[in-house]
Antibody, heavy 125, light 107 residues
């Protein structure tokens, strides 16, 4: 059974970089697409971006200028960096897995079938 | 970018009631829609994918329908454990957008 576990600092100072990792167990990171999703306190879900072992990452246009996703196949984990953070970036951050549909050499992410338990990141001085 | 508009934003219904939540896409998206249930303080859980396919382990009182721009999540007989916020989501092409959520409460 797949398990996803987020890790990283729970407190980040304004203007600094938020860095999180998601360790995947029970599934190969090369076989799926992997996303980051966040949820500010009391609010809805916001997709941040996804990455696959093959292919370029894709990002939410509203965050694209500040986000970098990467994947480490040796450690079976993927990571998020969000720079120049403000209080508006305070949220629970989830990592999630998507099966993929591949056609003509291009793969597309499908629904989120497994989620990490989430980690609260607070941006404050 | 394609927007996903969910309605209502909240509802209150009695145990045993049939509950319907709708999600409208700003452009046609075939059947690339999933529905998630998030109970208070918990992780979102996949209920429905491909607009109408019930995820393994999800109760059969949940069903989904729709294609193109209009999608529906139905709870055939509302149970106390269904108190949660429900989200629709489009996938396949980025951005992978969520609807704003529908909070379901018991009357």
């Amino acid at each position: 059974q797949v398990q996803l576990q987020e890790s990283g600092p729970g407190l980040v100072k304004p203007s600094e970089t938020l860095s999180l990792s998601c360790i995947v167990s029970g599934a190969s990171i090369t076989s799926y697409s992997w996303s980051w999703i966040r949820q500010p306190p009391g609010r809805g879900l916001q997709w941040i971006g996804y990455i696959s072992y093959s292919g370029s990452p894709d990002y939410n246009p509203s965050l694209k200028s500040r986000v970098t996703l990467s994947v480490d196949t040796a450690q079976n984990q993927f990571s998020l960096e969000l720079n120049s953070v403000t209080a508006a970036d305070t949220a629970v951050y989830y990592c999630a897995r998507s099966p993929r549909y591949c056609s003509g050499g291009t793969c597309y992410p499908l629904h989120f079938d497994s989620w990490g338990q989430g980690t609260l990141v607070t941006v404050s001085s | 970018d394609i927007q996903m508009t969910q309605s209502p934003s909240s509802l209150s219904a009695s145990v045993g009631d049939r509950v319907t939540i709708t999600c409208r896409a700003s452009q046609g998206i075939s059947n690339y829609v999933a529905w998630y249930q998030q109970k208070p303080g918990k992780v979102p859980k996949l209920l429905i994918y491909a607009a109408s396919t019930l995820q393994s382990g999800a109760p059969s009182r949940f069903s989904g329908s729709g294609s193109g721009t209009d999608f529906t999540l139905t709870i055939s007989s509302l149970q106390p454990e269904d108190v949660a916020t429900y989200y629709c989501q489009k996938y396949y092409s980025a951005p992978l957008t969520f609807g704003g959520g529908t909070k379901v409460e018991i009357k």
